[in-house]
């Protein structure tokens, strides 16, 4: 009894764990620092998306998340400041282009 009574703080410490930081922006609420702002945005009507398109929509609108929106789909009509949300048409060209 004694040793399991020396142990317990042992085996107590070992299953507290401190949380991780988030690598992806959260999947509810915004994340910090990044509000996008739509001036500019309008540049981006045209083209095809791909990687590089997406960086560049990132850093011109300072939004921490971009929402791709293919012919058809259903989106949420939730707002998030943190986001921007490019309408692709059947050849993923973007047709339109927000904040939110």
Do not use: Y
């Not at 009574?5 to 609420?29: F, K, Y």
């Not at 739509?38 to 791909?50: A, Y």
């Not at 997406?54 to 989106?75: C, L």
């Amino acid at each position: 009894m004694r040793k399991f009574v020396a142990l317990a703080p042992a085996l107590l410490a070992a299953c507290s764990t401190a949380p991780a930081a988030p690598a992806d922006p959260p999947a509810r609420g915004e994340t910090p620092g990044h509000a996008c702002t739509p001036e500019g945005l309008d540049q981006f009507v045209g083209k095809t998306r791909s990687d590089a398109v997406e960086a560049d929509i990132k850093r011109v609108s300072n939004a921490a998340v971009v929402r791709w929106a293919p012919p058809g789909a259903m989106m949420t009509m939730d707002f998030r400041a943190d986001r921007v949300t490019a309408w692709l048409d059947a050849a993923n060209t973007i047709t339109k282009i927000r904040c939110g």
